[in-house]
């Protein structure tokens, strides 16, 4: 609070980035990323209280995955000729009701592996269609030049969902069993749905006409294929992002057995990663990187090291300390993504790119997962650890000679224009306040 004339109290204004469909977003966000953190947990642990085994929870795992990446294309261009609060809230609504009869299904006892699967493919559809909407909402939420400190703040709500979901989950599952938490997912699906329906989208352009969803998506793959920077990183991550996800779900549990102890310094490995997370959104809520791009590639280059510190492998402490220090890279790279995305691409087309974005992070993940094995098998774990380590060094270094990637520059000079809104030069594209 300040002090007015004659020493009145008066409350502080929020922050100009923080407007009300961003504090709604992020407030929807957080309630059901608690949820679906805490049901991640829950889904395995109801899929094994059933009698499946390993593979079943696999399949149940893959059945989610799979309508996700199908679907994402369909889902950014819908979301981009509808408004987009509107799709959120459906999407919310498909999650609500699955997560629902998949928890009443666990509680009344016995429920059989193809419901459960039937159920996360639903799940995972809803999704599709969620994620790019919610990432166009978001990136159409903020204006002005404390952009980047928006997404940070947002990040830092992501990754206290996370680790706050998984931690509450684990403590539900063995207190009250998993049926209950996947209804308390169900419940934080309908909740974030209310908050996402009072988004305000008076400012928002009205669509255009188009040409139907494949021109859209036609147009979205132009959009994503006339910027090198764009598609370079999708590329890159496509495989980081997989590389990444395969030596934390397969290689870690099987060197943390051999070596660390079991799952215990496992665990405290992957809490210091959460940790690291949180703490780099923290630190992009005061970094403002001038170019933007550079500053976010050369982040990526810590993430080959939680590879090459299984391969050696290093002692407990020292792993925790690899994985925090690559949390906190990997947060200052998806904040500079947000701010480049939020900069360069024009509003109406938010979301068919996005969710390019988000096939390619996805699409490698079940193939990397799946390959891991047999890479080990054939090479050696150390080998196959010690080559994850280079795909990410060799693709990072990879993305750096696109010059776009290391010219990109943030943005800071943001004018009035001649009817008093904001204007930036993106060839006299305006951003209109939330």
Known sequence: MVR?????????????????NFLLLSAATVVAGLGSNGALIATSFAVLGAGG???????????????????????????????????????????????????????????RLWQMALLAAVGGTGQAFFAPAAEGMLLASVSGEDSGRAFAVFRVGVNGA??????????????????WVLAIDSASF????????????????????????????????????????????VVQF??????????????GPLVAEEHLGGAGPW??????????????????????????????????????????ALAVPLPTAGLAAVLF?????????????MLALHQEIPEEKFSRVSSYDWL???????????????????????AALWGCTALVVLLTAAVLCVPDVRRLTRRTAVVADGDGDAADDRGGARITPR
């Open 238 to 251: 496509s495989i980081v992002n997989a590389v990444i996800i395969a030596v934390q779900s397969v290689y």
């Open 267 to 308: 665990g405290l490995a992957l809490a210091a990663f959460g940790a690291g997370t949180a703490g780099g959104a923290l630190l992009m809520t005061r970094y403002k990187p001038r170019r933007i791009l550079l500053a976010g590639t050369l982040s990526v280059f810590p993430l080959a090291l939680p590879s090459a």
């Open 190 to 233: 309908a909740v974030a749905g209310a908050l996402r329906a009072f988004l305000d989208v008076s400012g928002v352009p009205a669509r255009a006409p188009s040409g139907g969803v494949l021109h859209d998506l036609r147009d979205g793959w132009r959009e994503v294929a006339g910027r090198p920077w764009l598609w370079g990183i």
């Open 4 to 20: 007015g004339p004659a020493g009145a109290v008066l409350v502080r204004a929020r922050p100009p980035w923080a407007g009300r």
């Open 162 to 179: 996370t680790i706050g979901g998984a931690a509450l989950g684990g403590a539900l599952v063995a207190a009250v069993g998993p049926g």
């Open 325 to 337: 220090g690559s949390g906190v890279s990997i947060e200052v790279f998806a904040v500079t993504w």
């Open 360 to 382: 390619g992070s996805l699409a490698m993940v079940p193939v990397a997962t799946a390959l891991a094995g047999p890479a080990q098998d054939l090479v050696g774990r150390p």
């Open 53 to 111: 085994s390993a593979t079943d929870v696999g399949l149940v795992s893959a059945a989610r995955m799979i309508p996700l990446v199908f679907f994402l294309l369909i889902g950014g261009a819908i979301a981009d000729r509808l408004p987009r609060h509107r799709v959120m809230v459906a999407a919310n609504s498909v999650n609500c009701v699955a997560q629902g009869l998949f928890a009443l299904l666990v509680l009344a006892g016995e429920p």
